[in-house]
């Protein structure tokens, strides 16, 4: 069973950085894909970035490439999600989930969710 956590979340000056962290407190059976989604107010969760498990394979939406980068630790069961050059439009609550395919951007194909951790731009 899969568990997730999300941390690390806060309130940020625009331009400045923050590093997300993700655990996985179950017991793990299998490999798996991990990814981060958002959810700003008034929109719909979307795809931020994924790694699959082995850490060889990352994959970025086109509004954080660049400036966000995913990586996992396996003895730590933790997948990271480094933020910098953060602005106002990053400003979402951050969701990890966990999914059996690889190489997929689609939110329905993410079995388990955290709970979420707010990141707060401030102008």
């Known amino acids: 069973q899969v568990r997730l956590a999300e941390s690390g979340g806060g309130l940020v000056q625009a331009g400045g950085s923050l590093r997300l962290s993700c655990v996985d407190s179950?017991?793990?059976?299998?490999?798996?894909?991990t990814g981060w989604f958002r959810r700003a107010p008034g929109k719909e969760r979307e795809f931020v970035a994924a790694i699959n498990w082995s850490g060889t394979d990352t994959d970025y939406a086109n509004s954080v490439r660049g400036r966000f980068t995913i990586s996992r630790d396996t003895a730590k069961n933790t997948v990271y999600l480094q933020m910098a050059s953060l602005e106002p439009e990053d400003t979402a609550v951050y969701y990890c989930g966990a999914t059996a395919m690889d190489g997929t951007r689609c939110r329905g194909d993410f079995g388990y969710w955290g709970q979420g951790t707010q990141v707060t731009v401030a102008t």
């Open positions: 179950g017991r793990v059976v299998r490999p798996y894909t």
